[in-house]
């Protein structure tokens, strides 16, 4: 059964239907034309216009185990804002043109990462003479510039990656000048 609060979807739970069997349903109540939600959000919102209070409790109780059913068999994932907001962080760099639409509502934009900021944890230089350094955050950086570097490659320095221009990406370690880089 499922907890009443988990019942309570608000705009700040993005969820996500997978596999040929999630297909989209518009919402009729509310939501805007941009916006769709999966079939099986649509179900269980649907069931506030049922007028009497046992067909609504029971339209309640099918879409809410046909929801709870699919979430634990991987078919719908429940993610509220913060995990939208740790998987921005997370992708940061990478470039995923399929994504947005799972970090934003029509009238909910999503944060804007700009930056990063982490440790250095491992730097050494590949074959081309060129830095290739690994985050705290598991993130690895590979410097696309050919000018030389200078930082202090122990201690796990502050690193901060930042968005460039015409979408390239700056790092510094500790102050050092700004070397660019691509996410791998």
Do not use: K
């Amino acid at each position: 059964m499922i907890r009443s609060h988990a019942l309570s979807l608000t705009a700040a739970a993005v969820i996500a239907a997978m596999g040929p069997g999630a297909a989209n349903a518009q919402s009729a109540a509310g939501a805007s034309p941009a916006v769709e939600r999966p079939a099986l959000l649509a179900r269980l919102v649907a069931c506030r216009s049922v007028a009497d209070p046992s067909a609504r409790l029971a339209c309640y109780d099918t879409a809410a185990g046909a929801l709870d059913t699919a979430e634990q068999q991987g078919e719908v994932v429940i993610v509220d804002r913060n995990q939208v907001n740790a998987a921005r962080r997370q992708l940061f760099g990478f470039s995923v043109p399929a994504m947005p639409s799972l970090f934003e509502r029509g009238d909910q934009p999503a944060e804007q990462v700009d930056s990063i900021e982490s440790t250095l944890t491992r730097a050494y230089q590949n074959n081309e003479r060129r830095w290739v350094f690994t985050l705290a955050d598991g993130s690895v950086w590979r410097q696309i510039d050919v000018d030389s570097v200078r930082f202090r490659n122990s201690g796990n320095p502050p690193v901060r990656v930042r968005r460039g221009a015409l979408g390239s990406f700056l790092l510094t370690i500790d102050g050092s000048r700004a070397v660019r880089v691509h996410r791998e």
